[in-house]
């Protein structure tokens, strides 16, 4: 948990410089987040001034303390843009303490659009912010044990872990080992800057992780992983070339879609419930563009396995890697992925072992199959207490579900987890009062949490339009009819096997649609990319089958596939009948 300490204020540094291992030119960026003074200039000038809106300068540091200026396209005039701000935040493995959610729900109502969004990376998101108010938000969150640091940037961001409030060990290991990974990667200097801008001016809050963690931090001055500036000792007064994501899982467990994310770990328990060691996969990433050859998504590597007393070495030592050879010259290419895919996963391990982390790394430790858990309904929490998953179309809360939410968390003092799915877990529900939550949460559409809609179950959307910027088309609203029309399809066909679906307003692939059965991907009005193959239990990528199709042609261009996957292979899911279909006949099936 986040604590509360009086610290100094730094003394003021050098300016940094900008280098590369590989001794190339940087970006104008690189060199721009360099002389920021640690993600300070020009946001701290811009902050307080009068204009509605921040300049791109300011705008890209803004990101790194967790919030994007957006304008809603629907709601602009010629020449005079709808400015607002999104802000997402810090909450590793998802944990909510009840206390942060009224203070959020509050928030959104006072200062923001009144809803609340649970993200994929198992986090909530605030829209409608005004610049003038920003300040406000973020100075409440702080005070009230939350944090938007690195919820977006070019950093480490949220850490994912099951939501799954078990207290069982190997799940309170995964979940303890995410919340140690994002104190240890939280950076030094920024930390400074964070609460320098919005604690009220004067540092009187800082984020002191546990007394493990602040030992291991000491080890990024290390002469193998140390960046040279002793601010940031890891990270390097530029930070890392692009946004860096980390997962924490137990085995069996692919709640987290392990295998796209930067670091994807694996945490094995003892029989006497300690942490014994980890499985490391590297290398996975979502984000792409269209029409440019050069970006893709990609799975994760499995690097090897560590025993406990080795992980954050590991850790520091690979994104080091990631801080010295990824591109800083070419952003769309920077992610580590693309690094793991140009030099290939042998070269990142001689490197790794003979520079960063010096040691060998142990051939993977075997696993259980992987499977997608959301932990919806009823559960036992543990002896005398319950949580209870309860599931959000999109991740978007409002209107009644949000009131009733909040008065549930405030009258019966409970906590919350949010799931990569977009879900709420209500946790800590005592015995006495599981018949009264269920009864309000009948009243609010949640009648038969056993017999929830197979296809809404794990279907995921991106907010896109109107007030993300990248966005080419919708996701989010017009998910709910999508279902529908594919439901009804299946129904048509007497099929009575569900698919993994998930929707994009654009390829950056933020609600990881390149891992689904069947994906529909942004690419012009009303037009789609089609992407199909991806598993059930996430672990293998989807392929793209149609650049552009119209969202009007859905059932049309679909049909023969399912009829195809119903004569032919309905013993096996959706995703793998696909995956076993030679590419031609099922791009002459989408002709027809």
Known sequence: MIKVEKVNKPKKDKKPTVCLANGLEVSKFEKFKGNSKYLKEPLASELNNDSDHFTNDAVQLLKFHGSYQQNNREKRNPGNKDWQMMLRLRSPGGEIPGKLFLALDELSNQ????????TTRQAFQMHGIRKENLKTVINTIIKSMGSTLAACGDINRNVMAPAAPYKKPDYINARNLAVKVADFLTPFAAQGTFLELWADGDLEYKIKPEADIEIERKSQFKKNVFSGNKEEPLYGSTYLPRKFKCAVTV????????????????????????????????????????????????????????????????????????????????????????????????????????????????????????????????????????????????????????????????????????????????????????????????????????????????????????????????????????????????????????????????PNGCSRPYMAELALVGSGLNQYQLWLGGSKNLERLAKPYLQKMSLDDLEKTIKPLLISWKETSIDKDFGDFINEKDSSFLINLLKN
């Open 111 to 118: 200062l923001g659009n009144s809803t609340l969004r649970a």
């Open 251 to 506: 085995p069996g467990d692919n709640s987290v879609d392990l295998l796209t994310n930067d670091i994807g770990i694996v945490a094995f328990t003892s029989d006497k419930g300690k942490l014994e060691g980890c499985n490391f996969y590297i290398g996975g990433g979502m984000g792409r563009t269209h029409n440019t050859e050069e970006t893709f998504a990609r799975i994760a590597d499995p690097l090897g396995y560590v025993d406990e007393k080795s992980i954050f070495e590991l850790i520091q030592s690979i994104v080091a890697i990631q801080r010295d050879y990824g591109d800083r010259r070419s952003r769309k290419h920077a992610r580590m992925k693309y690094l793991l895919q140009d030099k290939g996963i042998k070269w990142f391990k001689e490197v790794l072992t003979t520079k960063y982390y010096k040691k060998q790394i142990k051939p993977l430790r075997k696993e259980p199959k992987k499977k997608l858990i959301d932990y919806l309904g009823w559960h036992k929490q543990n002896e005398g207490t319950w949580f209870v998953g309860i599931p959000l179309l999109s991740g978007r809360l409002a209107g009644e579900k949000k009131i009733q939410l909040r008065r549930l968390v405030d009258k019966y003092d409970l906590n919350l987890r949010l799931t990569p799915n977009q879900d709420i877990l209500l946790c800590d529900i005592a015995e006495k009062f599981k018949a009264e939550i269920t009864n309000i949460l009948t009243n609010i559409g949640y009648k038969d949490l056993k017999n929830i809609n197979e296809i809404e179950r794990h279907a995921l959307a991106c907010p896109a339009l109107p007030l993300c910027g990248l966005a080419i088309t919708e996701a989010e609203r017009i998910l709910p009819d999508i279902l529908k029309r594919i439901e009804l399809l299946l129904n048509k066909l007497e099929i009575n096997k569900t698919i993994l679906f998930r929707m994009t307003g654009c």
